[in-house]
């Protein structure tokens, strides 16, 4: 149903994908704390707005894409590079 | 009128009428017999032979006739044959149907279920919650009798499932309603070049211009006219929107009695670039007491039934009207010739005060006390905005008590979804069909748009995409977005309750006194107030209810409409079956290559995810024996394999093993377990050298897509610098396993280019020949089963002729197949653990014994941190092999072990052992019980205690593995 913007397929639905979600960055094995590698591995933002998260289009073209969606409407758009905040004119 | 044909109350000819009286139907109601025309409805043809009750309602079973003579009408829901809950009011007339009425006994005239009304004041409002309570012994009795006053028909085993294959649909404008706005709005987006599905719920299209006058008449006629010269727009009658998802993906169930059964229903799954919603306006009952009785319809109701079916409603009436269309219901009933005894106008200080009677209204109080004698009881009291798939679309709509309806946010609609016709405002015919006519054209014009967007999105085109800022190139809908002019807004009484109590949801029985008792409880809210008296949940979720309710929940709390809003409108719009939901069933199944030689020779099946494997031919210990002392063979195609490539492999493996990798040389094997990045053991498998950069790596056999995704994963998002090329080829070969102490024997018939001997070809090392003729094949040394094995991986299309030819050159040799449970046993002697078996969702590595596995002086690898911290505080279970003093009992896996009262673990695998004669387990126990030596105590689930022994080997045959190393 909701449109995913996948950029080896074009937009499609998003019955073909797998949702893996919001992936913060794999913190320092060596260095990290046991509440921070729990953090990373369970605790996410969840928040209102453009979140950028990960797609796995199981039924195409088998790559990992990001995508940016909108939490409260489901609009979907590609990633930038910057993250979904640094973009000029972003909608609330 | 005399003894019409067709009924004693039908009418002469109608200039709209939708029957045709040359053709007659028979049929039965409730055992007798009736007849009908084609065209007519069930309830229009009973209507015409003077029927006047058709159900009982759900608590009280009170009698109930038509209220709105439409599908929605909560009076009429019949059996059709076998078919339950049919709306009466819409099924048109079937020859010989036998149509009976729902839940009423013995009949629907004397229904001694309707003791209920004199049990009314137990039967409030959620009174489940509070009586049939005590004494809980009598539950199943109170179940028993509940059960019976349930308001639903009588489902058949027999009748035959209807599953119809779906249906895509990609319109650019999808049409919600066809009513004249939303035929208008299909002719301009299809004349501005756009593909238009116009989807309409009745069975035929023109909305209120069906019962309308000469000038409705005649504009029903060009419209219809156009509509069907129009190529662009293909029309669904009978077929209703359920709902708006994102990205303007809509389901549509269309009904189409040619797909067999009376009902076919069939699910279209629509992804329209633009959406019109042009569903017109639902009438609203007037909430005073009597308000339920036989005899009192809307005025939408009368005017149906005189102009579509030239029935007669009833013969002396009493009318409420607030608007011109109640007027106009006025002149239809006097056309009729029914006599119109009093019009209360409810813009001058009229109102209905109460109706009386039994089986139906005899009578009517009005403002000024009089109390008129009466059949016929015409409410015309406004209307409701059915506004659902504007909610779904994300925008609330607001309540104008000028307007005394709800009127959709036009700026909160996002650009792909427009509202037009009665839904958007008020007006003339000509006013609305050019607001639809407008919104068409914008409908299609931003359409484009959207197309646009999505062709430009495609890789290829991105190159050559236009610049987006506005102007004819744009892929944004909402730019030079058209704001549609504004409809007038007419001014309309509020009457929603009225001076007595009567009911708000017909289909629930539920009273206005019920909705203030709510509150009065503290359900002070219309969601709350909604889930304690069940009002609006019926069959009609709210369509002809919620804005009474939100009116008598807001006059209870003391605020107003606006502010107490209505219940949040969910899909699907009309109830469907889920024979249209489920389509046909599709459940692929997986065979290996070797599967015709299975069945020929009595393997038992097993489902294992989509495969069917073998599980034994008959004696699985037999099996095992066989292998233990002779030679056996098992088809293990479903394993996963992983083709990898690149100079990269070998950081791949150090990265999702839990060993080390990096020293493994051409032409070895290493077993390896994952884990996932919480340290819980994800799979486990044997990877081989093949070559320089060439390796292939098995995995369980339901972790085969799993573990491929993981691996892309990781490279693809995690390290994307690195070369490897991973080709999944589960399916590329056909596997099986050799194995006992004939099997070098065996293979040295069959194979050539290999030196088999143990010097050459040690335990745990890969080769690649030719097996029985077949080039490419990968035989490596390997021990699941414990003793002397090869598994061999053979190019798919020639698995079955390996196969056979192995088990025909060593017929001589004791050569047979053993299956997956034989399997199960061997590897269980040999203490080996299966993942998901032993292992579970929180068993991390150091809990499944792979303390010499597990390389934590490595810089990095999946789940490394949480099995170092494991490891410092020694915490989990532990995997043991447990020995039952009791060799004779074999536990069943999952019994728990117990210190006393607590539950110290559980018994994860459990066979009697062919080998030795007795039961062998493996377990997982709290680590204070792991020593080998320790005496456990088991419970079986009869509840009998047994104790066993930990073993000092997870193995219990041959522990040192000297068997597989010959």
């Known amino acids: 149903m909701i449109l995913l913007p996948c950029p080896w397929c074009g937009p499609r639905d998003a019955s073909e994908f797998g949702h893996v979600g919001e992936t913060p960055p794999r913190p320092d094995p060596d260095t990290v704390t046991p509440a921070q590698w729990r953090a990373y591995l369970y605790l996410r933002p969840n928040s209102r707005g453009w979140v950028a998260e990960t797609w796995y289009h199981r039924m195409g073209c088998r790559r990992f894409i990001k995508v940016e969606r909108h939490t409260d409407t489901n609009e979907t758009r590609q990633a930038s590079q910057r993250g979904p905040a640094a973009r000029a004119g972003a909608g609330a | 009128m ?14 709209g009428e939708v029957i045709d009286r040359s053709a007659t139907i028979d049929f039965s109601w409730n055992g007798r017999p009736f007849t009908g025309f084609a065209g007519d409805t069930i309830a229009s043809a009973l209507a015409a032979a003077g029927e006047r009750v058709f159900s009982r309602s759900l608590k009280y079973h009170r009698p109930r006739g038509l209220l709105t003579a439409s599908y929605h009408d909560p009076g009429c829901m019949v059996q059709v044959g076998d078919e339950p809950n049919v709306r009466g009011a819409h099924r048109l007339v079937s020859a010989g149907a036998a149509v009976t009425s729902q839940n009423t006994w013995p009949s629907l005239r004397l229904d001694l279920k309707a003791v209920n009304q004199f049990a009314a004041p137990v039967l409030t409002a959620g009174f489940y919650y509070k009586t049939f309570m005590r004494p809980r012994f009598a539950w199943p009795l109170y179940e028993a009798v509940l059960r019976r006053f349930v308001n639903g028909g009588r489902v058949s085993r027999d009748t035959p499932p209807s599953r119809q294959a779906k249906r895509f649909a990609h319109p650019d404008v999808l049409v919600a309603g066809g009513g004249p706005a939303g035929m208008a709005a299909a002719l301009a987006a299809a004349r501005a070049g756009a593909s238009v599905l116009l989807v309409e719920e009745e069975l035929h299209l023109g909305g209120h211009l069906r019962w309308g006058d000469e000038a409705d008449l005649a504009a029903l006629a060009n419209l219809g006219a156009q509509v069907a010269a129009e190529p662009r727009i293909e029309v669904l009658t009978d077929a209703v929107v359920l709902g708006r998802y994102d990205g303007n993906w809509i389901a549509v169930l269309e009904r189409r009695g040619d797909l067999g059964g009376a009902e076919a229903e069939r699910l279209v799954k629509a992804r329209a670039k633009t959406l019109v919603v042009a569903p017109g306006l639902i009438e609203r009952p007037y909430v005073f007491a009597g308000n339920d009785l036989p005899g009192v319809m809307l005025s939408t109701a009368v005017r149906r039934l005189i102009n579509l079916y030239a029935v007669k409603p009833g013969e002396r009436a009493v009318v409420l009207s607030a608007n011109p269309e109640g007027d106009a219901a006025v002149a239809d009933l006097k056309r009729a010739g029914i006599q119109v005894l009093r019009v209360e106008d409810a813009r001058l200080g009229g109102d209905i005060v109460m109706a009386a009677g039994r089986a139906g209204v005899r009578s009517v109080t009005v403002a000024d006390g009089s109390q008129i004698s009466c059949d016929l009881l015409v409410i015309a009291a406004g209307w409701t905005a059915p506004t659902s ?122 009273t206005a006194k019920d909705l203030r008792a709510a509150v009065a409880e503290g359900f002070d809210s ?437 068997r597989m190393r010959v």
């Open chain 2, 526 to 962: 219309a969601e709350l107030a909604k889930r304690f008296t069940t009002a609006t949940m019926g069959p009609l979720q709210g369509k002809l209810e919620s804005v009474n309710a939100a009116a008598v929940v807001a006059d209870a709390i003391g605020t107003s409409i606006a502010e107490t809003g209505t219940t949040t409108w969910r899909p699907p719009y009309v109830p469907v079956s889920l024979g249209a939901l489920a389509g046909p069933a599709f459940e692929p199944v997986r065979y290996s290559p070797m599967q015709p030689w299975h069945e020929a020779h009595g393997a038992v099946p097993l489902q294992a995810g989509a495969w069917i494997r073998p599980d034994h031919y008959g004696d699985p210990a037999a099996e095992a024996r066989n292998v233990r002392e002779r030679v056996g063979l098992i088809d293990v195609t479903p394993i996963g394999k992983l083709d990898l490539r690149g100079p990269d492999v070998a950081n791949l493996l150090n990265l999702l093993y839990v060993n080390k990798w990096s020293k493994l040389e051409i032409g070895r094997v290493r077993y390896g377990v994952m884990c996932a990045e919480d340290g819980v053991v994800l799979d486990d498998g044997v990877t081989g050298r093949l070559g320089e950069d060439h390796y292939l790596m098995s995995t369980t056999s339901s972790g085969a897509g799993a573990i491929w995704e993981w691996l892309e994963n990781w490279l693809q998002t995690e390290r994307p610098g690195w070369v490897v090329h991973v080709t999944p080829v589960t399916t590329a070969y056909a596997s099986m396993n050799v194995a006992g102490p004939h099997t070098r024997t065996l293979m040295e018939r069959v194979t050539e280019g290999v030196d088999l001997s143990n010097e050459a070809f040690p335990y745990m090392h890969v080769r690649t020949g030719r097996i029985a003729g077949v080039d490419d094949c990968v035989l490596w040394r390997i021990g699941f089963t414990g003793e002397l094995s090869y598994e061999l991986h053979v190019p798919a299309s020639f698995g079955l002729h390996v196969w056979e030819t192995l088990l025909d050159v060593g017929a001589d040799l004791g050569a047979a197949a053993f299956g997956v449970e034989a399997q199960r046993i061997l590897r269980l002697e040999k203490g080996h653990f299966i993942v998901g078996q032993d292992t579970d969702g929180l068993t991390k590595g150091f809990s499944a014994g792979l303390d010499w596995a597990i390389k934590l002086d490595k810089a990095d690898f999946a789940g490394k941190p949480e099995l170092a911290w494991q490891h410092e505080d020694a915490s989990g279970p532990r995997l043991v092999g447990l020995q039952p003093t009791d060799g004779s009992v074999v536990p069943a896996e999952a019994s728990l072990i117990m210190v006393g009262d607590h539950i110290a673990g559980r018994v994860t695998s459990s066979r009697m052992s062919p080998t030795l004669g007795r039961s062998v387990c493996l377990a997982q126990v709290e680590a204070r019980l792991a020593e080998p030596g320790t005496e456990v105590t088991v419970r079986l689930p009869t509840g009998r205690l047994i104790t066993a022994l930990v073993t000092p080997d997870l193995a219990h045959v041959d522990p040192d593995g000297g």
């Open chain 2, 2 to 15: 005399g003894e019409q044909r067709g009924g004693a109350m039908r009418l002469t000819p109608q200039p």
């Open chain 2, 389 to 510: 798939l504007l909610n779904m679309a994300g925008a609330v709509p607001a309540y104008s008590p000028r307007a005394a309806r709800f009127l959709p946010d036009f700026a909160g609609l996002p650009p792909e979804v427009l509202a037009t016709g009665g839904l958007a405002g008020d007006g003339s015919l000509d006013e609305l069909t050019g607001h639809a006519s407008a919104a068409g054209a914008e409908a299609a014009r931003r359409a484009e748009r959207v197309g646009r967007a999505w062709r430009q999105a495609m890789p290829g085109n991105r190159a050559a995409a236009v610049p987006a800022e506005g102007g004819a190139g744009s892929t944004d809908p909402s730019d030079d977005a058209k704001v549609l002019p504004d409809l007038p807004v007419d001014s309309h009484p509020e009457l929603f309750a009225g001076r007595t109590n009567g009911f708000v949801d017909f289909s629930e029985d539920v």
